[in-house]
């Protein structure tokens, strides 16, 4: 069966510090990966998605990056943090070459900065 | 435009029936889909629809779908306490899900 993982489950940052928040998938090859933004009691802003390793979608112009070392890894960054971009961060998965198919969510990270 | 519309906030009382509606945007969308948000979780997949059928029902939960206004709506019978949650429609779109807004839906005794 597929697991999605993310860490870590919670992050307080100073403003103008990086950032770094990891997604890894097992149990599929080759999934589609996405990360999400939660602001509190607010909808999901869909922030990257990616399809392969190193094919990077941003959905909106930020601060923050992603990347996909590995076919099964997700990574978010920051090289300097704003206080907007506190938020509950949430990565998911599909299966690829489905064409928006269900999502498979992991438990979030809830990032404050300060 | 892209956005998928629910209403923010829905109250029932415990043991009544609750009704989330969601108006989506594509009319070609072969599948739409309920996802609840339980505090300070993840989304899980509650249930789905094909874009063929009218309505599916499974257990406390009915979906009805009324493509020709693009209109879906998820019905909870016997509400419970530990429904309590944000609810969102989902819709494809290429490699994406495009969601709604969510539906807070606060359950009281």
């Known amino acids: 069966s597929q697991t999605i993982h993310q860490w870590p489950a919670t992050l307080v940052q100073p403003v103008g510090s990086p950032l770094s928040l990891e997604c890894t998938v097992e149990?599929?090859?080759?999934?589609?990966l996405y990360w999400y933004r939660q602001a509190a009691g607010r909808g999901l802003q869909l922030l990257f998605y990616s399809v392969g390793i190193g094919q990077i979608s941003s959905e909106v112009p930020q601060n923050l990056s992603a990347s996909r070392p590995q076919d099964r890894q997700f990574i978010l960054s920051s090289k300097k943090l704003l206080l907007s971009d506190s938020g509950f961060y949430l990565c998911a998965w599909s299966f690829g070459g489905t064409g928006g198919s269900e999502q498979f969510f992991g438990p979030g990270t809830r990032l404050t900065v300060l | 435009g892209e956005d998928v519309e629910q209403s923010l906030f829905l109250s029932v009382r415990e043991g009544d029936s609750s009704v989330i509606n969601c108006t989506y945007t594509d009319s070609s969308s072969t599948y739409l889909y309920w996802y609840k948000q339980e505090p300070g979780a993840g989304l899980q997949l509650l249930t789905y629809i094909f874009s063929n059928m009218d309505m599916k029902q499974d257990q406390r939960l009915t979906v009805l779908l009324n493509k020709k206004d693009k209109h879906l709506s998820l019905r909870i019978a016997d509400t419970q306490t530990g429904d309590s949650a944000i609810y969102f429609c989902a819709e494809p779109n290429t490699d994406k899900l495009i969601f709604g807004t969510g539906t807070r839906l606060q359950v009281f005794p």
């Open positions: 149990g599929t090859s080759n999934p589609n």
